[in-house]
């Protein structure tokens, strides 16, 4: 089947990934292969930004890209690679920031949030970031890229900016479309924010039936049910809410049970318990199988790069071509 266009996504590297990155992108990653040629970066050079534990980037890379190629990543098809093993993207950056005026850069709000996150390191890469971003997606002529709302000011900025490369210099750009994919957002164990890895509230893809356990237990439910046998409100409950992903074939009962305190909220998180683990048994099994290689993922992403390069390194002449760098 002749696929629809390229894909291009990254995401920074943050070692093994939870529920949350499941449920609001891998699974989308996974989905969009089977009609695109896709291409996933893990953008380790974005993750400089911050500036924190740089000495992990490595593990954190490792441990990512485990986890979507067990979740279902094809590597032979899709490109799986690092940003900074592609280095023509830095150049890209470089010939784009020369184009970018400084108000498109500060008066997007992920910069004016960002600003208010670190006020003591706002850095020129901090600023610069959709120049990079937009670079990420140019320099592979990518021509859709999923994004959820939030994103969306940021792929508006990559438009514009290919926009105004081509209008000064020719037609060499790919304009990218929106591919407007929902990122769905998981709340996290503790039922009130999202599921993150900083906050301590996520359940890891990788979790043993054990692990996934403890975690489950700990979550909380309807704050209003205190006893076994008031009636719960599974509308305000994130078990119930993360039993529609996982026990698709009995979430209409327990729903049923919940409101008429049929069912208790520890029976109830066994359940979930036990399909979550069931669910993640094939993804549990396939990462043991190429974690058993410790090179196996390494050997993914070098080839990952060396088809990334293949690519940047032609649309990197043709740009530089384009400016009359000589
Ligand atoms: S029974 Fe289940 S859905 Fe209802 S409040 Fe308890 S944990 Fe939530």
């Known amino acids: 089947m002749p696929k629809k266009g390229r894909v291009f996504s990254g995401a920074r590297p943050t070692g093994r990934q939870h529920l949350g990155n499941y449920l609001g992108a891998i699974r989308n990653y996974i989905a969009l292969q089977d009609e695109y040629d896709c291409v996933y970066c893990v953008v380790d050079l974005h993750a400089l930004t911050t500036l924190e534990d740089t000495g992990r980037l490595r ?134 924010a999202k599921m993150s890895k900083s906050l301590d509230n996520h359940i890891e893809l990788a979790s043993t039936p054990e692990e996934i356990w403890e975690r489950v237990r700990m979550m909380v439910t309807d704050p209003a049910r205190r006893y076994r046998t008031d009636p719960g409100h599974p509308e305000v409950c994130n078990v119930f809410t993360l039993h529609g992903y996982f026990s698709a074939q009995e979430v209409a009962q327990i729903e049923v049970d919940c409101r008429s305190a049929a069912i208790g909220c520890v029976e109830c998180k066994k359940r979930f318990a036990r399909n979550l683990a069931d669910y993640l048994a094939p993804f549990r099994e396939r990462r043991a199988q190429y974690a058993a290689d410790p090179s196996y993922v390494w050997d993914v992403l070098a080839d990952g790069a060396r088809r990334a390069n293949a690519i940047a390194s032609q649309v990197i002449a043709e740009v530089k071509a384009a400016v009359g760098l000589p």
């Open 59 to 192: 593990e954190w890379t490792g441990e990512m890209v485990l986890d979507w190629l067990a979740a279902g990543m094809r590597p032979e098809e899709t490109i799986i690679f690092v940003q900074s093993h592609v280095p023509q993207v830095t150049e890209l950056h470089t010939i784009f920031s020369m184009i970018t005026p400084l108000g498109w850069l500060t008066r997007l709000p992920t910069f004016k949030e960002k600003v208010r996150q670190q006020p003591d390191n706002v850095n020129y890469g901090l600023v610069g970031y959709p120049v990079l971003m937009a670079a990420d997606i140019a320099i592979y002529k990518a021509d859709t890229v999923p994004v959820g709302v939030d994103q969306a000011p940021h792929l508006e900025f990559t438009r514009e900016l290919v926009r105004r490369f081509n209008g000064l210099f020719g037609p060499v750009l790919v304009e990218p479309q929106a591919k407007h994919t929902e990122f769905t957002r998981v709340l996290g164990i503790d039922g009130k």
